[in-house]
């Protein structure tokens, strides 16, 4: 069974650009999680997907973060017009239900913004 | 509002030393407790939790946690380190009722074994 997928690894953007980041669910997940990891901190809840249907954003910055996770394909975290500050560690996780069980992380992906 | 934490920020220890990484919560409401480990470039994986029951809790690699709600703790411990244990540890919240299981994490520790 494959774990979560994310891609790219790294990403590196210019400020002003837009940066897309992929997720892939275990096999028969249809929870997802996306966190955020800046240097030196620890990772910070940004938004909770199901498929179609975002049902916890609290933790998204107001602009320019967009979260879908479509009926079919990976989930994605848009950043448009990357700033120097959205450089860190994004991870996401995903989960087999909406009552507790484990979120599976995957390896993240590394955003740097030059 | 819940909020998670760890006070060491590296805790440097030799190799078959036992060792704790402390964690306090805070939160007006019951809370399920977990720690999870991260090695280099990699995600994070989960060593263990407490749900309910016990408050001793027992997990992967040879990892235990006691629960101790009278102090709000959830203190990590492993009686032999090795160097393979080498990694940033999480203790992280989440709350038992809600729409969703979105974990508070701690600012993590930094576990460095030494030969």
């Known amino acids: 069974n494959a774990g979560v997928m994310q891609n790219p690894r790294h990403l590196v953007r210019r400020r002003g650009q837009e940066a897309r980041l992929r997720c892939s669910p275990m096999?028969?997940?249809?929870?997802v999680y996306w966190y955020r990891q800046l240097p030196e901190e620890g990772l910070k809840f940004m938004v909770y997907?199901?498929?179609?249907?975002?049902?916890?954003e609290s933790g998204m910055p107001k602009e320019r973060f967009s979260a879908e996770f479509p009926k079919e394909g990976p989930s994605i975290l848009r950043i448009q017009q990357v700033v120097r500050g959205d450089s860190a560690a994004y991870f996401c996780?995903?989960?087999?239900?909406?009552?507790?069980?484990?979120?599976?992380f995957g390896p993240g992906t590394r955003l740097t913004v030059l | 509002a819940q909020s998670v934490t760890q006070l060491d920020s590296q805790v440097p220890v030799f190799e078959e030393a036992p060792v704790e990484l402390r964690c306090n919560y805070s939160?007006?409401?019951?809370?399920?407790l977990f720690w999870y480990v991260q090695y280099p470039n990699q995600g994070l994986q989960l060593l263990l939790k407490?749900?309910?029951?016990?408050?001793l809790v027992k997990g992967i690699n040879g990892f235990e946690a006691e629960f101790n709600k009278s102090q709000t703790s959830f203190h990590l411990r492993k009686p032999s380190v090795h160097i393979s244990d080498t990694a940033e540890y999480f203790c992280?919240?989440?709350?038992?009722?809600?729409?969703?299981?979105?974990?508070?994490f701690g600012t993590g520790t930094l576990l460095a074994v030494q030969p």
């Open positions: 996780a995903s989960s087999l239900s909406s009552k507790f069980t484990e979120q599976f």
């Open positions: 096999k028969g997940h249809s929870h």
């Open positions: 997907l199901q498929k179609e249907n975002i049902i916890d």
């Open positions: 939160s007006s409401v019951s809370v399920y």
């Open positions: 407490y749900l309910s029951g016990s408050t």
């Open positions: 992280a919240v989440s709350l038992p009722e809600g729409a969703t299981n979105k974990l508070i």
